[in-house]
Structure formats: structure tokens, C-alpha cells
């Protein structure tokens, strides 16, 4: 069945958008995926429900093609509307399509970055989204892990962040991701977790566990605050990795971000 006349999959979104909004989202992209766009023949990014207005898929566009200069965006909306309206915005290597988790390109996209979309699904329906939106991942193969989805939840002016990174496999890793300075605690990024992982935060599921001992290890690192939160967020990250797998180093750590393997934080069941 061609992908372009396939019904849209999926429901219309609040389109709550600013600009800026998923710098932190886009800035690790660039830094965790930008090889695997560079070696990609025709290196496609998708950005799934965009919203009502196309600042994130300009502002994607950008930010790739500071790690790969022949990357492409092309923005999906469920709502037609919201595509017309967008279309003044195309230019060269940006393109908007009306369109759902089908994904109604032609080609598999070396990227897909959902952000603040699966929040309004019920928990019970993400595995079999997740699914479809893996399965159009450009696939992996002799010197390429494949495709990348970054799927999760910023708040309204992206201070705080935390999002699922999967490929044509599933779920690899989990990223928080912050502005420092408005930090109290890093529990205080539980509200803007995944779907996945939101309802999960209780005793007895591993991603509770996880924020539990990542705020104990903020208190510890309390002396380190004289030079910074940002030095602070370091030491803290390095007492963590003690005993969670983390898996990037004190370059992504200086942003406001740490990243640990999916299966570590996995809901139990």
C-alpha cells in the first residue's frame, strides 16, 4: 500500500508549541546520532505532531545540519490544518505532510523525534505505537545501528526534559535532561516523564529506585554547589553511576543530562 494515501494513524494533539522549546531534545540528537546521519545515504528526520505551529521541525532542520549539512525534515501533522498552515515555512531540505504513526513517506527516516505527543495515550496503547513507528526506522546493517526514535516529554519552555531513545530493535536508553539552575532536586523531573515511565514512579518499579538514589546522591554532592550547579549535577552523576549503568560521560553531564540503559529502568510486569 503506498504510504502517502494510507489513513492517518492516530489522534489530534493540544499543537502546544514555543520556540526554543526542544532545544535540549535537538542538541543531543545532534551530539548522539549525527554520525549515523552523516553516513546515511539520504539522511531523513521526521517530526511527528509538530504542533500548531512549525518552530521545532525550523528549528530541527537547523540544529542536524550542524552534525550532518545534507540532512532533511520533514514535519507530520494529523491535522490538515495545521499542515497548510505550516506550509509557508517550507524551504529547501524542510517539507510538512499531513500524517499519523503510519509515517506516509516513501523512504525510512534515519530519524523520528516525537516529543510531548504519546502523552495523552493510555499506557497500554505505546507498545504497539512504539512498534509501528520502529518499524519505519531506516533499518540496521554492515556499520549502522539503523534509525533512531526519540520519544518524550519536555515541559511548556523546555527547562526540563526526559525522553526514550529507541531503534528498529526498541528501547535502548533514557535521558534526563535540565536546566540546571531550576533544579531542586532531581526528582523534579518525575513529572515530565515518558508515558511509559509516568505511572511507574512508584516503590517497587525501577525508575522510582533510580530517582530515589539520584536524589540522595544530589544531597551527598550538597559541598559541590559553592562552584555551581553545574558541579554539583557532575558529582552527583558520578556517585550514580556507581550503581545505575550510565552510559555517556561528564561532555553530556555539563549539559544538564544523563543517560542510562532502557533496561535498567524498564517497568517491572
Known amino acids: 500500500m503506498n504510504a502517502r494515501a494510507a489513513k492517518p494513524v492516530g489522534t489530534v494533539t493540544r499543537g502546544t508549541t514555543n520556540p526554543n522549546r526542544l ?5 543531543w540528537i545532534a551530539a548522539t546520532h549525527g554520525a549515523e546521519l552523516r553516513r546515511a545515504d539520504d ?5 511527528l505532531g509538530y504542533g500548531a505551529a512549525p518552530w521545532t521541525a525550523v528549528e530541527l532542520l537547523q540544529r542536524l545540519r550542524t ?3 545534507r540532512a532533511r525534515v520533514v514535519g507530520v501533522e494529523i491535522d490538515p490544518a495545521r499542515v497548510a498552515a505550516a506550509k509557508p515555512y517550507e524551504r529547501d531540505g524542510l517539507r510538512f505532510r499531513h500524517g499519523g504513526f503510519e509515517i506516509p513517506l516513501p523512504e525510512r527516516p534515519s530519524l ?12 497500554a496503547e505505546l507498545a504497539a505505537v512504539w512498534a509501528r513507528l520502529c518499524a519505519r526506522l531506516a533499518p540496521a546493517g554492515a556499520g549502522t ?11 511548556e519552555i523546555g527547562r526540563r526534559h526526559v525522553w526514550i531513545a529507541l531503534g528498529p530493535e526498541g528501547p535502548r536508553t533514557v ?5 540546571l539552575g531550576s533544579l531542586d532536586r532531581p526528582s523534579d523531573l518525575a513529572e515530565r516523564l515518558p508515558k511509559a515511565l509516568i505511572h511507574r514512579n512508584v516503590p517497587g518499579e525501577p525508575v522510582h529506585a533510580f530517582l530515589h ?3 540522595r546522591a544530589w544531597a551527598s554532592a550538597a559541598p559541590y554547589a559553592s562552584y555551581g550547579a553545574r558541579q554539583r549535577w557532575i558529582r552527583a552523576v558520578r556517585d550514580l553511576a ?6 555517556d560521560g561528564v561532555a553530556r553531564w555539563r549539559q544538564g543530562e544523563v543517560t542510562v540503559r532502557w533496561d535498567a529502568l524498564a517497568p517491572r510486569a
Open 43 to 47: 539522511p531523513v528526520a521526521v517530526d
Open 242 to 247: 556507581a550503581n545505575w549503568p550510565v552510559v
Open 23 to 27: 532545544r535540549r531534545m535537538d542538541r
Open 145 to 155: 545501528r539503523g534509525g533512531l526514535l526519540v520519544e518524550g516529554t519536555c515541559d
Open 112 to 123: 523520528i523525534r516525537a516529543a510531548n505527543v504519546l502523552r495523552q495515550y493510555e499506557e
Open 213 to 215: 538514589d539520584f536524589d
Open 67 to 69: 552534525a550532518a549539512p
Open 175 to 179: 535521558t534526563f535532561a535540565t536546566r
